[in-house]
């Protein structure tokens, strides 16, 4: 059965960085495009990366650009967000999502992890 | 980037009909037939129950329907059941290849 689950949160102050992992197993990970999605203590969805199934394309939300980098390594089944110069509004949990497809972006998301929580606090 | 926008809240009786709308721009929900619904119980990862508008994962009730007219979506639920009661958020793929979700509805079951 597929099986997503998720790593690496924890509580860190303001500027600094984490990296959150996700391992897949239960399906052809290589075939298939991943999403992180994130979700703030009491509020909404959020989406904030995905990453196509060889990793050569990347997109991301405005709000993370340019601080957080999504990548994968296929021959271990994982993937990976690294997040730098954390701040207060990063604090949510993070989820990892299956995408129904290896080279699109569209919101189609068939499997999902149970989430670390992330907390910037200083 | 901005969020796409859904009724905080709306609520029905078992039995009855609701829909959730969704709005967005012509550069998300509006220029493309690519928009999925999920279901958030408390405390649970997301479910998806629709996808591309209309169409219902293999599993999801037939209770389930989505719909689009111009800028806005539409998620109906039929025959309202208890277990229906959770929050619910929209998503569409922008035209900026990336994807956005609403700011999610609370669905209460009186």
């Known amino acids: 059965q597929v099986q997503l689950v998720e790593s690496g949160g924890g509580v860190v102050q303001p500027g600094r960085s984490l990296r959150l992992s996700c391992a897949a197993s239960g399906f052809t990970f290589t075939t298939y495009g991943m999403h992180w999605v994130r979700q703030a203590p009491g509020k909404g969805l959020e989406w904030v990366a995905v990453?196509?199934?060889?990793?050569?394309?990347?997109y991301y939300a405005d709000s993370v650009k340019g601080r957080f980098t999504i990548s994968r390594d296929n021959s271990k089944n994982t993937l990976d967000l690294q997040m730098n110069s954390l701040r207060a509004e990063d604090t949510a949990v993070y989820y990892c999502?299956?995408?129904?497809?290896?080279?699109?972006?569209?919101?189609?998301?068939?499997?999902w992890g149970q989430g670390t929580l992330v907390t910037v606090f200083s | 980037q901005s969020a796409l926008t859904q009724p905080a809240s709306v609520s029905g009786s078992p039995g009855q009909s609701i829909t959730i709308s969704c709005t967005g721009t012509?550069?998300?929900?509006?220029?493309?037939?690519?928009v999925s619904w999920y279901q958030q119980h408390p405390g649970k990862a997301p479910k998806p129950i629709i996808y591309?508008?209309?169409d219902r994962p293999s599993g999801v009730s037939d209770r389930f329907s989505g719909s689009k007219s111009g800028n806005t979506a539409s998620l109906t639920i039929s025959g309202l059941q208890a277990e229906d009661e959770a929050d619910y958020y929209c998503s569409s793929y922008t035209s900026s290849s990336t994807s956005v979700f609403g700011g999610g509805t609370q669905l209460t079951v009186l």
């Open positions: 990453i196509y199934y060889d990793g050569g394309n990347k």
């Open positions: 591309d508008v209309s």
């Open positions: 999502a299956r995408s129904l497809y290896s080279t699109s972006s569209r919101p189609c998301l068939d499997y």
């Open positions: 012509s550069s998300d929900v509006g220029g493309y037939n690519y």
